[in-house]
C-alpha cells in the first residue's frame, strides 16, 4: 500500500532531530515523536520502515505515525513535535460571588 504522507527530511532537520535524541533534554512526548520521523524518513540515505515497523519499535499504535507522518506534512518538523494549543472554551460561571 502507497502511504498517503510520506516524509522526507532534510540533512538539516535529520540532523536537529538525532541531536535532540542524543540530548535528552526534551519531554518524553517530543522524544517519542522525533524517533518517528526518523524511522519514517525515507529519504535516498535510508531504508524505509512501514508505520506498523516503526509503532512497533517504538511502542506506539499505527495510528499516531500516521498522524505524525500527517502533521510533519501540514505543519514541518516543529508542528509534528509540539502539543496542539488546547482552546479553553469560554464557561460561564455556576456561581458568582453573591450565591457563593
Same mark, same amino acid.
Given at each position: ?32 515523536? &522525533?524517533?518517528? @520521523?526518523?524511522?519514517?524518513? =525515507? ?11 516503526? !509503532? %512497533? ?20 518538523? &516543529?508542528?509534528? @513535535?509540539?502539543?496542539?494549543? =488546547? ?11 453573591? !450565591? %457563593?
Amino acid at each position: 500500500m502507497q502511504k498517503l504522507y510520506v516524509v522526507r527530511l532534510s540533512n538539516e532537520e535529520r540532523a536537529e532531530l538525532e541531536a535532540m535524541l542524543k540530548g535528552g533534554k526534551s519531554s518524553a512526548l517530543k522524544l517519542t515523536r &522525533a524517533r518517528i @520521523l526518523l524511522k519514517a524518513d =525515507q529519504g535516498n540515505h535510508v531504508s524505509t520502515w512501514t508505520d506498523a515497523e516503526i !509503532a %512497533e519499535a517504538v511502542g506506539v499504535s499505527i495510528k499516531t505515525v500516521f498522524n505524525i507522518r500527517r502533521k510533519w506534512m501540514e505543519e514541518g518538523v &516543529a508542528g509534528a @513535535l509540539d502539543r496542539k494549543k =488546547q482552546e479553553a472554551p469560554s464557561r460561564q460561571l455556576k456561581l458568582d460571588g453573591q !450565591a %457563593e
